[in-house]
């Protein structure tokens, strides 16, 4: 490859810097500026329809690289691909491929008359054809303190848009506590979340009313921000950032309201800008961006083209990838004259935010544009689902699906093909609905019809794939790379899979692993942990998975390994989330709530008035009765955790892990008078048995002095009921949270002691058999109560008395974890850098 500086020669019936005139080239010379996702594909297109016959291919990229996928950096800031993963063509496919490529070498100039497009280190080459694909670049909003002296932004100041942004944001991490990202948009988000999982506490700081505007409406908006708070992150709206305080490196932002937040990473995420100044300068229309017709021709120039995040097409210019796919196999048609007249009409988009937990996929527009036009909407805020169609005309003209469940595959073929969808807008909605009377399928498809957009894979690629030997969703997503953004197109790739292998299609066995970044099914992985003494999360990639670390498995494994050694379990930093690392729960303004533990509900006025003089000496900003009988600090900053706790004198409450949280009572026997069992001393037995008793999800207990029920005990993952004879009924599988389920009756016992014994014996169960993030009604659905009946009651499998003494070694090693305010667990576990702003604190339980 030539691309030394000076190295080119201007051909074509130019002259050199030589001065020589040179001899008129057979082929003509196409060169192209922008070797990024556009660019790159459509000179694959071009390079597969024998263009090379027909051209000599010049590129510039101004990122000393080969082409990698953009889309993948979320990947890779969040711990889930590997940078070397995420390339399409590597430095050697251009040589393989006989295309010059100037790789690092900005183009500085483009000489229309003379047709020579010049580069920033004096590299000069001719043309006859170009294409302009120069994308977009961050957009940085005007912000006082931006910069450090001598220029630059300020040490800890990031955009998000190239590979070495994100190996200076992974760098950065390393010595960061707290990170800011500025813009609540796609990327932002996928930014943020990134963050979190390296372990850091993340706020996102966001200018408009809503999370992603663009994309969602403000109720689709209001459920997102609350999925994003559960899993941790900080997100404060309305807040236009006017500062960035520190000399030489980022200590902190102030807003326009006066209130400022500290943090020692910032990242700008606030939108895009097309790089359009080389072609206004060279004279060509720009607006928005450089415009072009469907010929993808600049309207001044028959010889000049544009295509990507560069161009304005009809008035419109995109920040995804579908578009540049389409137009790159247009470009490559016409400019090969294999189809002279192709021509390109606007691209349908859809994108799925890449943020792990958050499944999220939006097409189209977000509102009817008239009265001619229906909106159907479904909300669950609580479960955090929200799913909305736009339909025009008995099609789909856009679709907002958050929170799973909707079958998003199939609306989103009904919306790209324009099909028309069913009369029953409701059952639309609903999981397992199908988007279309006809079923599209498939089948249907032409083979050359796009199934992954994020990597352009065509439904004829994967089939190949499939034909070639690929048996394995896995597989077949490894060969082609479909599946491997945002991961939206796999049921439709393992469609595809399925219609050419039909019964040879195999299943993926790690629909069966406990994570998906180990290999190994609950209880294999339980007992290879167990047998090599496996105690760190890091210890089991290495050990089970090859070394390879996984983002996305670290909090399920971290929660497994809790729950087998207790306290030998050797914390790390980035394998938890925040809240399991400072024992605390994580609010909106980034303080923290604190809820200690009261046995039962039953307090005494010397505990209440102890944790009065704690509100007030720490000034919480709220002190809450919570649903769970306790009693809620909210407004705590991270540093003073440690004092506000030695100052209670109280354990913690474990009100923000999953595990077992509280055990609520009704009044019973010893007060109520319709009372037949003493509901508050086995309530305060059971709370005092099982506090710290890790599990895949949150454990909420009650228990009721009579059948009246006034602690809602049928109702809780394990409740229990007294009866007359001064029997008890025991229930599982209930809860009244996101979703309501009476529990199923398990045995009705004689004694407390029992109700103990069995409660015990069904969390162990559970968290042995249970899914991560599975609560135990979905559980005890699944595996069905007639089985959990025979092993937990009956003993049918022989386990229950190593279920009962798995019982009794965790609590043995229980130790409150409010202890570690005397002794860290790393120097930084409860530091903050500057004071945390104000804000309204959220409700904890
Ligand atoms: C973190 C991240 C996540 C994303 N996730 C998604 C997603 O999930 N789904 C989706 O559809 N889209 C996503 N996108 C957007 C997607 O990456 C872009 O739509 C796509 O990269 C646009 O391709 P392009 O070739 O037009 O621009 P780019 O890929 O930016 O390529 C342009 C190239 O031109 C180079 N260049 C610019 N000026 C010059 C010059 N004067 N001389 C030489 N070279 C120059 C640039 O350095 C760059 O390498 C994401 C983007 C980012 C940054
Ligand atoms: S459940 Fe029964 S015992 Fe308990 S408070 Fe209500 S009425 Fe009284």
Redesign the pocket.
């Known amino acids: 490859m030539s691309d030394e500086p000076g190295s080119a020669v201007v051909e074509g019936g130019t002259t050199g810097r030589s001065g020589q005139a040179v001899p008129k080239r057979e082929r003509e010379r196409l060169v192209v500026?922008?070797?990024?996702?556009?660019?790159?594909?459509f000179v694959e297109e071009l390079v597969a329809r024998g263009g090379r016959n027909r051209f000599e291919i010049v590129m510039?990229?101004?990122?000393p690289y080969g082409?990698y996928?953009?889309?993948?950096?979320?990947n890779v800031?969040a711990g889930i691909q590997d940078p070397k993963d995420i390339f399409i063509n590597p430095l050697s496919w251009y040589e393989d491929n006989g295309v010059r490529l100037?790789a690092g070498?900005?183009?500085?100039s483009i000489d229309r008359r003379s047709k020579i497009v010049r580069?920033?280190s004096g590299v000069a080459e001719a043309y006859d054809k170009l294409v302009i694909?120069?994308?977009?670049?961050?957009f940085v909003p005007r912000i006082e303190g931006l910069e450090r002296e001598g220029g630059g932004y300020k040490s800890g100041v990031f955009v998000?848009?190239?590979l070495d942004?994100?190996s200076g944001i992974l760098e950065h991490a390393k010595r960061s506590r707290r990170a800011a990202v500025i813009g609540g948009g796609?990327?932002g988000l996928?930014?943020a979340r990134g963050l979190l999982g390296l372990g850091l506490e993340v706020h996102v700081v966001h200018l408009m009313k809503h999370l992603m505007e663009v994309q969602l409406d403000a109720a689709g908006g209001a459920v997102l921000r609350r999925a994003l708070e559960d899993m941790g992150l900080a997100v404060h709206l309305e807040k236009s950032t006017r500062e960035i305080l520190g000399d030489e490196r980022v200590e902190g932002l102030r807003f326009e309201d006066g209130s400022e937040l500290a943090c020692d990473l910032v990242v700008i995420s606030a939108g895009?800008r097309p790089?359009a100044e080389?072609a206004r300068d060279a004279g060509l229309t720009v607006e928005r961006g450089i415009v072009v017709g469907d010929d993808l021709c600049s309207p001044d120039d028959p010889d000049i083209h544009a295509?990507?995040?560069?161009?304005q097409h009809r008035g419109r210019t995109?920040?995804?990838?579908?578009?540049?796919w389409e137009q790159a196999q247009i470009l490559a048609d016409r400019l090969t004259e294999r189809r002279p007249d192709a021509a390109y009409a606007g691209s349908k988009?859809s994108?799925?935010?890449?943020v792990m937990g958050v499944d999220l996929l939006v097409m189209g527009e977000q509102r009817a544009a008239s009265d001619a036009e229906e909106e159907v909407a479904y909300a669950e805020p609580s479960r955090g689902i929200y799913r909305k169609l736009v339909i025009r005309d008995g099609t789909l003209a856009g679709a907002i699906l958050l929170g799973g469940g909707a079958p998003g595959g199939r609306l989103l073929q009904a919306f790209e093909r324009g099909l028309k969808i069913p009369e029953d807008r409701a059952a639309l909605l609903s999981a397992g609905a199908h988007a279309g009377a006809g079923e599209p399928s498939v089948g249907d498809m032409p083979d050359e019809a796009q199934v992954c957009?994020?990597n352009g894979v065509s439904k004829g690629q994967i089939a190949a794939a499939a034909r070639g030997g690929c048996r394995t969703l896995r597989q077949a997503c490894a060969a082609t790379r479909a599946g491997s953004?945002?991961g939206a197109c796999k049921p439709q790739v393992q469609a595809v899979l399925e219609l050419v292998l039909g019964s040879d299609a195999a299943e993926d066995p790690s629909a069966h692993y406990y994570v998906p970044g180990v290999p190994y099914a609950k209880p294999e992985l339980v007992r290879l942990i167990k047998e090599r003494g496996l105690r760190s999360v890091s210890s089991v990639f290495r050990e089970l998975a090859g070394g390879q670390e996984d983002l996305a498995s670290k909090p399920g494994l971290a929660s497994l390994l809790k729950s087998i050694w207790g306290r030998e379990y050797e914390d790390e930093r980035d394998a938890r989330f925040i809240n399991d690392r400072v024992h605390a729960n994580i609010q909106r303004d980034g303080t923290f709530s604190v809820i200690p533990r009261i046995y039962g509900g039953v307090t005494t006025p010397a505990q209440l008035r102890k944790i009065a003089d704690v509100a007030e000496r720490y000034e919480a900003r709220m002190v809450k009765i919570t649903g769970g009988q306790r009693i809620d600090l909210l407004g705590i900053e991270k540093e003073r955790l440690p004092d506000v706790w030695r100052d209670l004198g109280m354990p913690s409450g474990h009100a923000y892990t999953k595990g077992f949280r509280t055990c609520k009572t009704c009044v019973g026997s010893e007060f109520c008078r319709y009372g037949v069992g003493d509901s508050t001393a086995l309530g305060i037995a059971i709370e005092r048995r099982f506090q710290g008793f890790e599990a895949p999800h949150k454990l909420k207990l009650a228990i009721a002095g009579c059948p009246r029920n006034c602690s809602e005990a049928t109702t809780k993952d394990v409740g229990a009921v007294a009866i007359e004879g001064g029997r008890w009924e025991i229930y599982v599988g209930g809860g009244a949270g996101s979703r309501v389920r009476k529990g199923d009756l398990l045995c009705v016992v004689d004694t407390q002691e029992e109700v103990i014994r069995y409660a015990g014996r069904f969390m162990q169960y559970y968290r042995e058999q249970a899914r991560y993030m599975e609560r135990s009604y979905d559980f005890v659905e699944r595996v069905g109560i007639e089985r959990v009946r025979r092993v937990i009651v009956d003993d049918a499998e022989g386990v229950a008395a190593r279920l009962d003494a798995e019982v009794q070694a965790s609590v043995d090693a229980y130790a409150d974890p409010w202890s570690e305010a005397d002794s860290p667990i790393h120097p930084s576990q409860f530091t903050t850098l500057l004071p945390p702003p104000s804000g309204a604190p959220a409700q904890a339980e």
């Not at 994108?351 to 890449?354: A, E, G, I, N, S």
């Open positions: 500026i922008g070797n990024g996702m556009a660019g790159a594909r510039f990229g101004d990122e082409n996928n953009r889309i993948l950096l979320s800031l100037h070498v900005r183009v500085a580069g920033a694909a120069t994308g977009s670049r961050a998000f848009r190239t942004d994100c796609l990327l996928e930014a895009i790089n080389l295509l990507g995040e560069c161009v995109y920040g995804l990838v579908a578009p540049l988009i994108t799925k935010l890449k957009n994020c953004g945002c």
